[in-house]
């Protein structure tokens, strides 16, 4: 590749991991090992509340009065839309059956699981979409048990717009606690809960990794790293409308890399020079993130050509993919390693962070590779099942037999011996597979 670097990262988010495997340990042993009082005292102490844990129905309905009306429509207007697109996500799986040879039917089931967990962030800012995200394909999935959790606020609670997303969007449990905590609460079934089968959403290093040491024990979305955004722009993108977009996606963290991927070298030195000034416009806290994630971790990347470009994105992997350029099937047909997708100026990885449908849930640090975002799928369980007449069973317990012998397998092909012997009396059969 002939690729050259505008702008290169000094830093990565593995630059950050410091102790936070040895800290999430010493929390999960603990709680696990104490109960409700272990995760109360560390909901004291990290938290600092000493509220209710599990929220009322009088709590609940105190916390959605608070919410501006205005603000509730446009809730329910995200909400309907994440449900809509989620119910035709798990419309695309189907239960059937196959006769895969004559008497031998088998058929797929999709089974959703009990209990899920969804974790929600409310510490620097709150993030109801991601109650939108989590509770709403959890409950169009169909699992019967659902948990929104999220950090309180000293002496306040969880944020009355977040209940409410949790609360409309069909959680069977509001939980004020955060971090390592609350994501242990909901996984060893503390406070009265059902164990979670599936822990989703997203949170800050710490939840990140307690889900990355209790999976196996409960399913998880996905790990996840620093959110991430790359876009791809051509000679026709307007310059303002890239920086903003790339501002808009330095300000989740200080770790939150962003990338501008393009063949026009004018477009990529244009972009350089207003994103100072943007990150400077925004409020203090945004400002400081911004900062950061853009002097530390943004790149800006230009290519030779569509496809140059087009194979730097793959490489990537991005979890957000922003592309502004001509010919826009094109792209969509030639990229192929992504978390979502937004192609044309016309829309923008906010609109599928908060209100547009797709969930913001996403693979981060390249996992985009190998898995997609939280869907109805995650909370599901694709299993198969299979049943047969006695005639039916004859060629595959032949087969069965031979195969088992030859992998040194004797108890497995004994299994399929005895089937033989019991329908087939008065058969013979050749049950070592040599010639």
């Keep these: 590749m002939s690729r050259e670097y ?3 990262a000094t830093l990565t988010p593995k630059s950050d991991a410091g102790e936070t495997k040895k800290i999430v340990r010493a929390i999960l042993d603990e709680i696990e090992a104490g109960g ?5 005292a560390y909901a004291r102490k990290f938290d600092n509340y000493e509220g209710e844990i599990l929220l009322s129905q009088d709590a609940i309905d105190a916390a959605i009065a608070q919410v501006p009306e205005k603000l509730k429509h446009d809730i329910d207007f995200a909400h309907a839309n994440v449900k809509r697109f989620a119910e035709a996500q798990r419309d695309t799986v189907a239960n059937f059956e196959i006769e895969v040879v004559p008497g031998l039917i088998a058929g797929q089931k999709a089974i959703p699981v009990h209990a899920a967990g969804c974790y ?7 993030h109801i979409a991601s109650a939108i995200m989590t509770v709403t394909t959890a409950k169009v999935a169909g699992c019967k048990h659902i948990v929104a959790c999220s950090p309180p606020r000293p002496d306040v609670g969880i944020a009355p717009a977040i209940v409410y997303a949790a609360h409309v969007c069909g959680a069977d449990k509001i939980m004020a606690m955060g971090g390592v905590q609350g994501v242990a609460a909901m996984t060893f079934g503390l406070f009265g809960l059902p164990k979670a089968n599936i822990l989703v959403g997203p949170g800050n290093q710490f939840v990140a990794e307690a889900k990355r040491m209790l999976f196996g024990r409960v399913g998880i979305d996905m790990i996840a790293g620093p959110t991430d955004s790359l876009i791809l722009a051509d000679a026709s993108a307007d310059p303002m409308v890239v920086a903003v977009d790339l501002v808009g ?15 026009d070298r004018a477009l990529a030195e244009k972009v350089m020079e207003l994103v100072p000034g943007l990150i400077d416009d925004l409020p203090d806290v945004n400002r400081e993130n911004a900062t950061a994630a853009w002097r530390d971790y943004a790149e800006v990347i230009v290519c030779a050509d569509r496809e140059e470009m087009a194979a730097t994105s793959d490489e990537y992997a991005p979890e957000h993919l922003t592309v502004q350029a001509e010919d ?3 792209w969509l047909e030639r990229l192929s390693c992504y978390g979502s997708l937004f192609l044309g100026e016309e829309t923008t990885v906010a609109f599928g962070d908060k209100a547009s449908g797709t969930n913001h849930v996403l693979p981060t640090s390249g996992a985009a590779n190998y898995t997609g975002g939280l869907s109805v799928h995650k909370y599901m369980k694709i299993v198969t099942w299979q049943r047969s007449t006695r005639e039916g069973s004859k060629p595959v317990a032949l087969a069965t037999a031979r195969i088992s012998r030859l992998e040194g397998m004797e108890g497995h092909a004994r299994t399929a011996d005895i089937r033989l012997r019991k329908y ?3 058969q013979e059969f050749d049950l070592t597979g040599n010639d």
């Excluded at 409700?36 to 109360?40: E, I, K, N, V």
């Design 36 to 40: 409700d009082d272990a995760a109360l």
């Design 424 to 426: 087939f009396p008065d």
């Design 328 to 330: 826009l099937d094109w």
């Design 6 to 8: 505008l702008k290169k």
């Design 120 to 126: 929600v962030p409310g510490g620097r800012y709150s």
């Design 249 to 263: 996606q330095a300000e989740h963290g200080y770790n939150s890399p962003v990338w501008l991927v393009t063949d």
